[in-house]
T-cell receptor, first 110, second 112 residues
């Protein structure tokens, strides 16, 4: 029972590089989310999706893009990495009231 | 907008009770949550309370909700070393129960 799986766990990017953070869930949840967690701050919602083919912006979407071609997968794309995007990224999925989180991806942009 | 505030640190002796407090701003929140994060791990749901409830008890955990003051608390009875973690308060944003707004987290340290 894998739950929410994120890859990679760690990544160092140079300024201007691009990358995709992968997220997959095997619980058949409609709702999926991407959050970022900065030191001393709560999690901030980047993007979310209420079902395959539907995505919407959260609180801090600038510099990111998402897609939701299947129920299982919700990748997060950084096109031009900036130092301000250094953070820990969490993917989550939910059915009704409970959200399940992945283990996180620690991204450093240098 | 939505804003959730909680104190950043709490130190408690093993066996004592821990009380973590949180205030939120969105009066239309349907659910309020407590999540636990252990080092290097994702967030794990501890408990949640529906907005029309005052209290919820689940084994060692007691959640109190004062909707008038928009105040939420989590009490952990008989705190153990395994309870050392960061605890996040979160509220559902408006009528969209599936989106959450999180506080900054309270780091709970349990000392022997």
């Amino acid at each position: 029972n894998a739950g929410v799986t994120q890859t990679p766990k760690f990544r160092i990017l140079k300024i201007g590089q691009s990358m995709t953070l992968q997220c997959a869930q095997d619980m058949n949840h409609n709702y999926m989310y991407w959050y970022r967690q900065d030191p001393g701050m709560g999690l901030k919602l980047i993007y979310y999706s209420v079902g395959a083919g539907i995505t919407d912006k959260g609180e801090v979407p600038n510099g990111y893009n998402v897609s939701r071609s299947t129920t299982e997968d919700f990748p997060l794309r950084l096109e031009l990495a900036a130092p301000s995007q250094t953070s820990v990224y969490f993917c989550a999925s939910s059915s009704d009231t409970e959200a399940f989180f992945g283990q996180g991806t620690r991204l450093t942009v240098v | 907008g939505e804003d959730v505030e909680q104190s950043l640190f709490l130190s408690v002796r093993e066996g004592d009770s821990s009380v973590i407090n949180c205030t939120y701003t969105d009066s239309s929140s349907t659910y309020l949550y407590w999540y636990k994060q252990e080092p290097g791990a994702g967030l794990q749901l501890l408990t949640y309370i529906f907005s029309n409830m005052d209290m919820k008890q689940d084994q060692r955990l007691t959640v109190l909700l004062n909707k008038k003051d928009k105040h939420l608390s989590l009490r952990i009875a008989d705190t153990q070393t395994g309870d050392s973690a960061i605890y996040f308060c979160a509220e559902s944003i408006g009528s969209n129960d599936y989106k959450l707004s999180f506080g900054a987290g309270t780091t709970v340290t349990v000392r022997a």
